[in-house]
């Protein structure tokens, strides 16, 4: 059974820096697409940042280029997200999620497994 289990949420203030880390397991992750979605409160989820199982396609939105940065650790099967000059915005619940593809999705739905999510709550 493919687990995801995110960490490294909590309380930033605006401007600062936070890495979170999503850790994989149950199953072999090569080919695999992993990538970080967000949900603020009374908002949809959306797409932050993916990355392939080689890492030569990163896709990112456009409200966290130069702010984060995606990246993988294969030997370890886990994704990381640093988050540099976050912002109030920033504040949702941050989670990871996995599908086994070439094409890199942006959309939700196109994911098969997923984390519990982390908070993170940026301050003004």
């Known amino acids: 059974q493919v687990q995801l289990v995110e960490s490294g949420g909590g309380l930033v203030q605006a401007g600062g820096s936070m890495s979170l880390s999503c850790a994989a397991s149950?199953?072999?992750?090569?080919?695999?697409?992993m990538g970080w979605f967000r949900r603020a409160p009374g908002k949809e989820r959306e797409f932050v940042a993916a990355i392939t199982w080689s890492g030569n396609k990163i896709y990112s939105s456009d409200f966290v280029k130069g702010r984060f940065t995606i990246s993988r650790d294969n030997a370890k099967s886990t994704v990381l997200l640093q988050m540099n000059n976050l912002k109030p915005e920033d504040t949702a619940v941050y989670s990871c999620a996995v599908v086994w593809a070439v094409a890199v999705p942006t959309s939700p739905y196109s994911y098969e497994y997923w984390g519990q999510g982390t908070q993170v709550t940026v301050s003004s």
């Open positions: 149950g199953r072999t992750f090569s080919g695999s697409v």
